[in-house]
């Protein structure tokens, strides 16, 4: 186990380091703001296109704009590259303090599938994103009530009317690039010769507008040709009778051109991301209402719970325990008499069920090591890919947990086939989730979309499972076969007890649907802000708020086994190995029936795959959370049942 807290050390170490790096700013050496002898430049990085219409990411490039004569790609971690970021350079120029008007970035003359790639690219509702300075682009909209709200990206263009044959498609060729800028003086007593003045960009918005430009001649050449719809020393006001229509015009030539706008703010550098987080911020008091929720419910289990083991169980014991009841005990019924069957290894897929508790211990540990980063601030937002590879990074150097605990169990059930144990410990969850996402990258990569995981990717993918991951599980497993058998407290009976008939309500199904209730509504508030996050391109960011959360779901998993663990007993049905982590674990069933409603009521996505892409992801998630929440049910009803029996007297 040491080996997992050298890595765990290693990993935070490289998070801040990368957060340290990720901080940019630009020194201009001067006697004051305003007379700045040197100006350096900053750099506009174009990243990708994204919708949530189809959820299928595209290399900005993908579309006609301008591009660079060499587009250059940017070093990228992994999270970055299976979240689509392709960063890449740009034609536009930045210079510090420097405002422009009416520059033009290039000109383009449109093939008709180059239009009808806008005009798809318009229907679809996409949205571009770049960034400067490590700070996504955004922009202020008006909604219905003439609220501004600021959102991330802006779209590639707008259309007026309804249906495709009907609706006017215009681009947004024309973008008002606004940076907030903040300087830091050194000196006391203000600004003083020899000063070192450091402006730091702590904002970044755009505003885009439809122009048709015009211009002298047939032909526009860059650098002589000059436009009669604007100049370099105004600034272009937009008029809705000159918006640059993409579909109906006949004209091709389509001219794009910006304004760069600098402006101080008093906003710190440390706040320069408040207004992206809270944008996608939900209300405060919406998550208390929700915890506060949840916490009713568990202290209602709780109670329940401590009916039971400090009234029924009490009185049990001192009756089971009691030597002038042995007889009449005999006669009558309990959980008691089931004490020679209670630890019998259960009867279907013993690997499978040590197999599932190994993978579920892996995502446990891999759980609360990321949240563990991200409360410590080491998963900011500006580290972009950072949440994503801490998962991959997290979950491969915890392979040796999932290894150690599926042995342990494996061997408790007196199993001899623990290569096999091991092997598909290994191979049995990351080979489902690979293969999934395979699937669908096999499709996005038909699409030409910037969401298709590269080859190198891949291939890291691969020697992370390979070269680490399986290595780990089979260190763990080492040790794990190496310990001794658990000792139960009672002895199990060579013979299996007869199971009396059960009641119509104990039926499997019945109390499996029963059990995932509760620890879906403890998370199902919490849930949505996650899914929002997921599929609608917002920030995530309340890891206290989610820690809190997890600690509401382990305990009411933890409860809800116990309960109806106690009452399978008192019905004396021992065959609660795979009932306990059913039982808890079907609040996975309702995360997917959750995705479903979500989907019809929260998207509104078009096409096969679309859908077959949002489906394909919850499936994944929600396959991690049935193995996360059953393994915490589990360990919960052994925990219970070893300290019941170990509380009475046998023969």
Not at 266 to 286: C, G, H, M, T
Not at 591 to 614: C, R, S
Request: glycine share 6%; with cysteine.
């Amino acid at each position: 186990m040491m080996l997992n807290i050298i890595l765990s050390i290693l990993i935070l170490n490289l998070f801040a380091v990368s957060i340290i790096n990720s901080k940019q700013t630009y020194y201009l050496p001067g006697v004051a703001p305003h007379n700045y002898r040197q100006y350096e430049s900053a750099k506009l990085f174009v990243s990708k296109i994204t919708s949530t219409k189809t959820q299928i990411p595209y290399d900005y490039y993908s579309l006609p704009f301008c591009k660079p004569k060499k587009a250059r790609l940017q070093s990228e971690n992994l999270g970055e590259v299976l979240s689509g970021d392709r960063i890449e350079n740009s034609v536009y120029k930045l210079e510090i303090k420097m405002p422009k008007y009416c520059e033009v970035a290039c000109v383009k003359k449109l093939k008709k599938s180059e239009k009808d790639a806008f005009v798809q690219a318009i229907d679809d509702d996409y949205k571009v994103h770049w960034m400067v300075d490590n700070l996504p682009v955004g922009m202020y909209s008006t909604d219905n009530n003439n609220d501004k709200a600021f959102s991330r990206g802006f779209p590639v263009g707008f259309h007026l009317g309804t249906g495709r044959k009907a609706a006017q498609h215009y681009l947004y060729n024309h973008l008002r690039i606004k940076l907030l800028t903040h300087d830091d003086v050194g000196g006391i007593g203000g600004i003083l010769e020899g000063d070192e003045v450091t402006t730091k960009i702590v904002g970044f918005q755009v505003i885009p507008m439809s122009i048709k430009h015009s211009f002298v001649g047939d032909n526009f050449i860059v650098g002589t040709t000059t436009l009669t719809t604007c100049n370099p020393n105004t600034a272009l006001t937009p008029d809705p009778k000159n918006y640059l229509s993409v579909d109906k015009s006949p004209d091709n030539t389509v001219v794009f051109t910006y304004d760069v706008i600098w402006e101080d703010s008093n906003i710190e550098w440390s706040q320069r991301w408040d207004i992206y987080l809270n944008a996608d911020a939900p209300n405060e008091k919406v998550h208390w209402f929700a915890i506060t929720n949840s916490i009713m419910i568990v202290l209602f289990l709780t109670v329940m719970i401590a009916m039971i083991l400090i009234r029924a169980l009490r009185k049990d014991i001192a009756q089971y325990n009691d030597p002038n009841n042995i007889e009449e005990a005999k006669d009558e019924s309990g959980w008691k008499l089931v004490h020679g069957d209670v630890f019998r290894p259960p009867a279907n897929n013993p690997m499978l069920f040590s197999v599932f508790i190994g993978s579920g211990v892996q995502l446990c540990c891999m759980c609360i090591a990321t949240l563990t980063f991200a409360l410590l601030g080491l998963l900011s937002p500006a580290n972009r890919g950072s949440l994503i590879t801490a998962f991959i990074l997290l979950f491969v150097f915890m392979g040796s947990f999932a290894g150690y605990h599926s042995s342990c169990i494996y061997k408790m059930f007196r199993g001899i086939l623990w290569k096999q144990n091991t092997l598909t410990t290994a191979f049995f969850y990351p080979g489902v989730v690979f293969s999934i996402i395979f699937i669908l990258n096999v499709i996005l990569w038909g699409y030409g979309s910037s969401g298709a995981i590269p080859f190198g990717s891949l291939f890291t993918l691969l020697f992370l499972w390979f070269c680490v991951s399986v290595p780990l599980v089979f260190f763990g497993s080492f040790f794990g076969y190496k310990r001794e058998i658990y000792s139960f407290p009672v002895r199990t009976n060579q013979i299996p007890r007869a199971i009396p008939h059960q009641q119509w309500y104990m039926n499997p199904i019945i109390t499996c649907m029963l059990g995932g209730i509760l620890p879906f509504g403890a998370v199902s508030v919490e849930l949505y802000f996650i899914m929002s996050a997921l599929w609608l391109h917002q920030i995530y960011y309340i890891f206290g708020f989610l820690f809190l959360v997890m600690i509401v779901l382990v305990v009411t998993c933890a409860e809800v086994s116990i309960l109806l663990c106690y009452f399978q007993l008192v019905n004396e049905d021992y065959r609660w190995w795979w009932r306990s982590f059913l039982h808890s674990g079907s609040c996975a069933f309702y995360t997917m029936l959750y995705a479903v409603w979500y989907n019809l009521t929260e998207l509104d996505m078009t096409g096969f795959v679309p859908i077959l892409l949002y489906y394909g992801y919850m499936f994944i998630i929600s396959f991690t959370f049935f193995l996360i929440t059953g393994t915490i049910g589990y360990f919960s009803c052994f925990w219970f049942n070893c300290k019941i029996y170990s509380s009475i007297k046998v023969d």
